[in-house]
Antibody, heavy 118, light 112 residues
Framework: QVQVQQWGAGLLKPSETLSLTCAVN????????WSWIRQSPGKGLEWIGE???????HYNPSLKSRVTMSGDTSKNQFSLKLTSMTAADTAVYYC????????????WGQGTLVTVSS | DFVMTQSPLSLPVTPGEPASISCRSS???????????LDWYLQKPGQSPQLLMY???NRASGVPDRFSGSGSGTDFTLKISRVEAEDVGIYYC?????????FGQGTKLEIQ
């Protein structure tokens, strides 16, 4: 059964770069798209973007200028970088698998709370 | 971009009673292959969201059959035939027809 486990720095200063990594366990990074989603405190869910094993990416236009996603098939991992962080980027960040055939986002990572504060 | 509108935003329910959540898309979610690209997720308190339904009406693995999804095009409904205490949380719909994928605002189900 595929699981995703994520990690990364939880406290950043304004203007710093967010860096998160998600590891795919019990399955392969290849063959699917993998998404990043965030949830601001007390708010709903915002899809950040997706990447597949070939490096093909689709980003949310609202964040596109600051987002870079990458993948490492040898490590079965994929990563998110978000530059120029501000307090508005404070959120819980999740990674998730896009099931083939657009059969939903599943499973989701445990979430990483990222706080931006000076 | 798509706009996904859920109603109600708050849903108090008595255990054993049915519940229904509506999700309306600003554009049709019907793919050329005949599938409606609409998912439902449940975020239980303190947990990550979990997939409930995909393609509008297909239950994800392990989801109890008291959950059902229906609809096509722009109007979709998630129904719970008999609410149980473990069903509390926030329910989200999400369109996956086109990127960026867009979530609804969420519907908070609570037990009365």
């Amino acid at each position: 059964q595929v699981q995703v486990q994520q990690w990364g720095a939880g406290l950043l200063k304004p203007s710093e770069t967010l860096s998160l990594t998600c590891a795919v366990n019990g399955g392969s990074f290849s063959g699917n798209y993998w998404s990043w989603i965030r949830q601001s405190p007390g708010k709903g869910l915002e899809w950040i973007g997706e990447i597949n094993h070939s490096g093909s990416t689709h980003y949310n236009p609202s964040l596109k200028s600051r987002v870079t996603m990458s993948g490492d098939t040898s490590k079965n991992q994929f990563s998110l970088k978000l530059t120029s962080m501000t307090a508005a980027d404070t959120a819980v960040y999740y990674c998730a698998r896009n099931r083939v055939g657009r059969y939903g986002l599943d499973p989701w990572g445990q979430g990483t709370l990222v706080t931006v504060s000076s | 971009d798509f706009v996904m509108t859920q109603s109600p935003l708050s849903l108090p329910v008595t255990p054993g009673e049915p519940a229904s959540i509506s999700c309306r898309s600003s554009q049709s979610l019907l793919h050329s292959n005949g599938n409606n690209l609409l998912d439902w997720y449940l975020q239980k308190p303190g947990q990550s969201p979990q997939l409930l339904m995909y393609l509008g009406s297909n239950r994800a693995s392990g989801v109890p059959d008291r959950f059902s999804g229906s609809g096509s095009g722009t109007d979709f409904t998630l129904k719970i035939s008999r609410v149980e205490a473990e069903d509390v949380g926030i329910y989200y719909c999400m369109q996956s027809l086109e990127t960026p994928y867009i979530f609804g605002q969420g519907t908070k189900l609570e037990i009365q």
